[in-house]
């Protein structure tokens, strides 16, 4: 199945208010040639789960400065200072979740496992109205999965298939959040026909990906 197609097809079904899955390291790993569709498509008050903000005027970064954003949840906003001044002004609400915690409960979501058991986070306000579980005399708190309607990946190639492989460092966050979300679009910075990638180098397997584009 040749699942590549152009950025207007991949993106012709998601509207305004959707949650999007988008992973990258500041701008190591970032899918943004999906990020510039959205914005050129006019799609706003998204949700978006992400580790961090990007830096101004890049990768997330331009999701915060064309006011797309209604909702993030992530690790940190500290490297992009426009996103800061949206928080602070109410422009953008913001759930901090630590970095560690976020990547479990994303894989939580991507597994269909309820829950995830963390001690960080316990005594600070990161654990207010969360569910405390005592576990052989340690306790530990709840945290809830996260899932959404749409991940965007970024791939160094891909076959035709949606068999993915990542470049070093960024692999970060796309090989986990790319199980978690209904729809997963990649951009690959190289496609290929189906049977070039060695099976052992592959990250994330074809059966998670829904569409391909040209990164």
């Not at 602070?88 to 058991?117: S, Y």
């Not at 986990?176 to 060695?198: N, S």
Request: net charge negative.
């Amino acid at each position: 199945m040749d699942k590549v197609v152009s950025i207007d097809r991949a993106l012709e079904k998601l509207h305004d208010g959707l949650t999007i899955l988008i992973p990258g390291f500041v701008n190591t790993g970032v899918p943004e040639t999906l990020i510039k569709g959205v914005i050129d498509k006019g799609y706003t008050n998204l949700n978006v789960i992400s580790n961090n903000t990007s830096i101004k005027g890049r990768g997330i970064g331009l999701l915060v400065h064309e006011n797309r954003i209604r909702h993030i949840t992530c690790s940190h906003i500290g490297s992009n200072t426009e996103t800061v001044e949206k928080v602070v002004a109410g422009e953008i609400d913001v759930t901090f979740v630590p970095q560690g915690t976020l990547c479990e409960r994303v894989r939580a979501g991507g597994a269909g496992i309820g829950g995830i058991l963390t001690p960080t986070g316990l005594g600070t306000p990161i654990a207010e109205g969360k569910p405390v579980i005592e576990v052989d005399g340690k306790k530990y708190l709840l945290e809830k999965p996260l899932h959404a309607d749409v991940a965007f990946i970024h791939a160094w190639k891909a076959d035709k298939m949606g068999n993915l492989v990542y470049r070093r460092t960024a692999r970060n966050f796309n090989q986990i959040f790319a199980t978690a979300a209904d729809l997963v679009i990649v951009e690959a910075e190289e496609i290929v026909e189906v049977g070039a990638l060695d099976p052992d180098v592959i990250h994330t397997p074809g059966c998670l990906v829904d569409m391909i584009v040209r990164a």
